[in-house]
Every structure is written in C-alpha cells, then in structure tokens.
C-alpha cells in the first residue's frame, strides 16, 4: 500500500542547450513579463512550434471546457499500439503554451523511434478563479489531458500501459506530480473519460521543482524564492511564515512528498553542478533539488536519475534519449 507522508554528459554542446531552455523558462520573472504572459494567455493569443516539429496529425483537440483545454496529437506510423510522450509546457503555471514541444522533447526523433506525442495546454494563474489551491487548476489539468488521451488509445493506435511524461520547470514539477501521485481513476464514474488512469511509466524532465515545501528549499537552497503562488501566497516570506496551515496541500501537491515505493522511474536534467546549502545563481532550477529528491528514492527504492554536468548519471544525453530508452521496453503488462 503506497504511504503519503510530508517528508517527504555529456557534451558541452547538450548542457549549453539545457542552459538556454532553463534560462528560458526561469519562473521569477519580473511582474511587467509575468502580466504580458497573462495577458496573452487570457486573449489566446496563437502561438506557433518550432521548424523542428512536424505538422501535428491532430491539432487543437478538446479535453474540457475551458479555452485552455486543448492538446496536439502526433501519431507515429505503427502496425502496433505506440508508446507515448506526453508532454507538459513550463512557464511557472503562469505563462507558456503547448508549442514550446521542441524545448522538451525531440518530436521527429520520437516518431521515428515508433512513439507517438501529445503536447497540452491547461489552465494557467491566471484561470484559477475559485480553485483552492491555485496550482490544482494545471495538475488537474494535466491528469485529465492524459486521461483523455488513454480514453483514445484506441482510436490513436496508443499503448495504455508505455506513456511517459516531458516538460521543463513547472511542467516537470507538474509530470513528476502524475508520476508519483496515486491513481486519480474513478472506475465506477459515469464519465468514461474519468475512469481511465493518471499513472505513467516513466518521466523524463528538465529544470523541475520536486519540492513545494518551502522549508525544504530554503534548507536545500537558502536563496530560494519560487513556489508560493501555487497555494496563493504573495512572496516567499509569507509562502515560508504560513507553511504550517498549508501542510496538506504541500503532502497533495508536492513531488517529494508523494513518491513512495513501486513510482515509476525518472531521470532529471539541470545546467548546473548542486550545492546544497548553499545560494544558487537560478535557486528555481537548480539541481538541488534533483540530488534531495534522488535521495529520498534512494531511501524508497525508487529509480531517480539526475543528469548534471560533471555527474555521474550520464547514460542519456537528453530527455528524449531517455524516453526512448524506457519507453521502448515492453513491459509484461503491455505484452498482455
């Protein structure tokens, strides 16, 4: 039974990448940016992917009702059900949008390997009117995008069983919470879509946050200033000052105090080389809190792998690489 408690290389080339992507989606970006995202996002303002990614077989697909509910498919060409990318956009839950794929995963490579890849949108700060705690608005988000997309498997020629999930910064804190959270499946709702599972099989992410526990960042990284607007705090001192009345939602909402024995394995990628206890030149993605959460699934058993330039974890280059690494090992329930 899975116990919830609060406690809870490659080359130079890849990690000045990595460097750039991180550096991209640094969430404590000034109010004049953060209200221009905003803004954007409440007048749907379209974005559009990267050369790099090829035309989607399905595009702007509903998952809800809100005009952020929406996801891209694309369908890898298989005689057989195909493994899964999905894949969830950073931005700090404030900005961002699902044609930032290319930042997270390599779509063409992924195709060719015989994987299929949804990227999602969900609802950002700025849509979570009413929802308590604010950040349950995008993780709830995600877990009924990837419901949707199992309530499809058969029509879309997908695996159930061989999903994976892909993000950076707030959408690895967000994959990481699918892949560590108890299944969210309701077998008896009248909702079919509500009945398929959130569970995944693996996840591969750049930059997470695997902490929303704000005495564990400032014990990991002193410096540390990002996470309170998840459970609507203003700043930091009053995220930290007012943690004792949000211990339930850090223990429902916090990756770190999620995973426990049988979770899924992961592999994390940061730019930079840890130092615990010690300031951070990017604290809201730093590799702290890849090596604490490493630990801690150490502790439980689980498989965490934490990729650092200078670390010993350097089997995969990129996310991607990952991906196709786990994804492609058929497990026995796939085989069924």
């Not at 969430?27 to 303002?45: E, I, M, V, W, Y």
């Not at 792998?305 to 995969?316: F, I, L």
Request: proline share 6%; aromatic share 10%; net charge positive.
């Amino acid at each position: 039974m899975r116990k919830k408690g609060l406690l809870f290389f490659a080359s130079f080339s890849f990690f000045s990448l990595l460097a750039v992507t991180v550096t991209v989606h640094a969430q404590n970006a000034g109010p004049k940016k953060k209200a221009n995202a905003s803004r954007q996002a409440k007048a749907g303002k379209q974005a559009t992917y990267d050369d790099s990614v090829p035309a989607p077989t399905l595009a702007g697909v509903r998952y809800g009702k809100h005009e952020r509910h929406i996801l891209d498919f694309w369908q890898a060409s298989s005689d057989e059900p195909t493994p899964l990318v999905f894949v969830i956009h950073g931005g700090g839950w404030s900005g961002g949008s699902k044609e930032r794929l290319h930042r997270f995963a390599d779509t063409a490579a992924l195709l060719e390997s015989g994987i299929s890849v949804v990227a999602i949108n969900y609802r950002l700060m700025a849509h979570t009117d009413g929802v308590v705690p604010p950040v349950k608005a995008p993780l709830h988000d995600a877990a009924r995008a990837l419901q949707f997309v199992r309530s499809n498997a058969s029509e879309w020629n997908i695996d159930k069983v061989r999903i994976g999930a892909a993000g950076g910064s707030a959408g690895a804190c967000s994959s990481l919470w699918l892949a560590y959270h108890d299944d969210l499946a309701n077998p008896k709702s009248d909702d079919l879509v509500a009945r398929e599972s959130t569970r995944l099989q693996c996840a591969a992410v750049m930059g997470p946050q695997t902490t929303l526990d704000p005495q564990q960042m400032k014990e990991w990284t002193p410096n540390s200033r990002y996470g309170g607007h998840a459970f609507g705090k203003k700043n930091f001192a009053q995220f930290l000052a007012e943690r004792e009345s949000i211990l339930p939602w850090i223990a429902e909402f916090s990756p770190y105090a999620l995973v426990s024995d049988g979770d899924p394995p992961t592999c994390l990628f940061f730019n930079a080389a840890p130092a615990i206890g010690k300031d951070q030149k990017d604290p809201t993605h730093t590799a702290n809190f890849g090596v604490k959460l490493q630990e801690r699934c150490v502790e439980l058993g689980v498989d965490c792998k934490v990729v650092y330039p200078g670390g010993s974890d350097a089997t995969y280059r990129t996310p991607t690489d990952y991906l196709i690494a786990t994804l492609k090992k058929r497990s026995k329930d796939s085989q069924n």
